[in-house]
């Protein structure tokens, strides 16, 4: 007979099991994957863990797993790879020397578990650029930013004020980044050690692509530039990051759970404009 399935080593019996998966699904679940990485090589040279003959958690589940399924790196070891990354960025003289140290840097565990690198998608020489969060799962297999649901109503919103990341002239063009390169397994928020590593490579972005405004699209971008999170009380406020003006505004995403929300990113879609107006005056 075949042995009964596992839940973080316990036990399930069958009808359990099929009462968790029952509950995922309905939690959206759609991927069998795990919330870090899974370093299969690693994996398979470490002993078997005991099979527990405990019986397993009730749901949800998933509320408790953080703490054990995700230690990705400890944090002792955030500081070499914090210089690291600030090294190969501050040794980046151009855009595609900067894609090239950037997607050879280990120092994130989120690596081991993507499809692709994505690094940027417009017009580098773009007067805006909009950072967004992380990749999602179509960013992943295309290695692009924002191509998926959400990418699709960025690039209908910015074309409503002449602005698009295909244009030809780059006063009419986008150039669109993301804090993370790699895709956060599950659409999870990334966590405080990968921005932090991957900050210094997002500054040396905006060095070196030298936008005149920037677009902080949601609330993980306010984190990683301005230390502050709270999109609904930030967005349409100009602040300074990275020493240019810049306008946080209410993710495309958001937007598409709450489309009342639409008239106000639409305000900010304004207010942009006019600034852009302004400073080319
Ligand atoms: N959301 C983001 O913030 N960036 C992407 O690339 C896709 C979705």
């Not at 930030?234 to 209410?250: C, D, I, N």
Request: aromatic fraction near 6%; charge should be negative.
């Amino acid at each position: 007979m075949d042995a009964n399935p596992t839940y973080h080593g316990i036990e399930l019996d069958a009808e359990t099991a099929l009462a968790l998966l029952e509950w995922q699904a309905e939690m959206g679940v759609d991927e069998p994957i795990l919330d870090a990485p899974l370093d299969r090589f690693d994996l398979a040279a470490r002993p078997k863990p005991a099979t527990a003959t405990a019986k397993p958690p009730l749901p949800p589940p998933l509320q408790a797993r953080a703490p054990e399924s995700s230690p990705p790196q400890s944090t002792d070891d955030a500081g070499a790879r914090l210089a690291e990354a600030e090294a190969l960025a501050a040794g980046a003289g151009t855009l595609a020397a900067l894609a090239a140290a950037q997607e050879a840097f280990d120092g994130i565990e989120l690596k081991k578990g993507a499809r692709n690198f994505c690094f940027a998608d417009g017009d580098p020489g773009a007067r805006v650029m909009i950072l967004g969060e992380a990749p999602g799962d179509e960013e992943d297999r295309q290695g692009r930013p924002f191509v998926g649901r959400a990418g699709q109503l960025l690039d209908r919103m910015f074309a409503a004020i002449g602005l698009s990341r295909t244009a030809v002239d780059a006063a009419q063009a986008l150039y669109v980044v993301n804090v993370l390169t790699w895709r956060p397994p599950g659409n999870r928020d990334p966590s405080p050690d990968e921005i932090l590593v991957s900050m210094p490579f997002v500054r040396r972005h905006v060095e070196l692509a030298a936008p005149d405004l920037i677009v902080l699209m949601g609330n993980i971008p306010c984190q990683a530039a301005l230390g502050r999170r709270g999109i609904l009380r930030l967005r349409g406020q100009w602040v300074e990051a990275f020493g240019r003006p810049a306008l946080p505004m209410t993710h495309p995403a958001y937007l598409l759970r709450n489309p009342a929300a639409k008239r106000e990113a639409w305000a900010d879609l304004l207010s942009l404009s006019a600034t852009l107006e302004g400073l080319s005056v």
